[in-house]
């Protein structure tokens, strides 16, 4: 008895020493819609308004795509992206089409992506935070520094319905 009991109990070390680990990012992942009404708008006189936008967010081993189709549709705009999260500079498509050098990491369960885009005669030092809420919605916080102005504003997008 104490031989099978020895048994039982040594083949289920293997189990409990391998436990399913969730990857950073897993709950991000699905189609998402920009919720117009509760994103904070983009400010300034050139700043263009917030359009219905689609997000596919997928994992790629730890690293992250994000494909934004702006106008969510066919004929809208689209941005495929995969942000590297080791934290090293990489280059990818920035909001204007052109390439853009960012930092992606994982802090914990949120996505940290960090960049500099330049406009004209000066920098905007972008920094995005993309996490779910208590509620299960995407949040994008993005925090933007010219010179010495920072401007914060946030993006919240809701799961897309299957038909989308």
């Not at 809208?76 to 089409?97: A, L, N, S, W």
């Amino acid at each position: 008895m104490r031989a099978l009991t020895l048994l039982v109990v040594l083949s289920l070390i293997p189990a409990l020493a391998s436990p399913a680990v969730a990857q950073p990012g897993d709950s991000l992942s699905g189609t998402w819609r920009l919720d117009l009404q509760r994103s904070d708008p983009r400010r300034g006189p050139n700043a263009p308004p917030l359009v219905d936008t689609r997000l596919e967010v997928s994992l790629v081993g730890e690293d992250v795509r994000v494909v934004r189709n702006f106008g969510a549709s066919p004929e809208g705009r689209v941005i495929d992206v995969t942000y590297q999260t080791d934290g090293k500079p990489h280059e990818v498509t920035g909001p204007m089409g052109n390439p853009v050098v960012v930092r992606a990491r994982w802090a914990k369960d949120k996505l940290r992506v960090s960049y500099t885009l330049q406009r004209g005669s000066f920098d905007l030092d972008i920094n995005e935070i993309w996490s779910l809420d208590k509620d299960g919605e995407l949040t994008v916080q993005y925090s933007t520094r010219m010179g010495d102005r920072m401007d914060n504003r946030k993006e919240l997008y809701v799961r897309a319905p299957a038909s989308d």
